[in-house]
């Protein structure tokens, strides 16, 4: 029952404590929470994690990586688990 102002100002909030802590924030995101809880506008200085299990990513936003399933399998891990892509600019 948090509205979206105040996702997004947590989110600015742990983002701050993150930084001032020495380590870079990430924002895990989904397509419902960037369309309906965060103002995006204010988090364009922060890499996003986004999560998205259909064939291509339905985000308009630009992400750092892409979880595109969370029924990969991993040598090590038992069971099933999340599978990412890190998207490399040049």
Do not use: H
């Amino acid at each position: 029952s948090v509205s979206g102002e105040q996702f997004t100002e947590n989110t600015l909030m742990f983002c701050s404590l993150i930084s001032e802590a020495g380590y870079k924030p990430m924002i895990y995101s989904n397509m419902l929470w960037e369309a309906f809880q965060f103002d995006m506008s204010k988090l364009v200085k922060y890499p996003f994690w986004y999560a998205d299990y259909e064939l291509k990513p339905q985000t308009p936003y630009k992400y750092k990586y892409w979880q595109y399933t969370n029924e990969g399998y991993v040598d090590g891990i038992s069971g099933r688990t999340d599978l990412d892509i890190e998207i490399i600019e040049r």
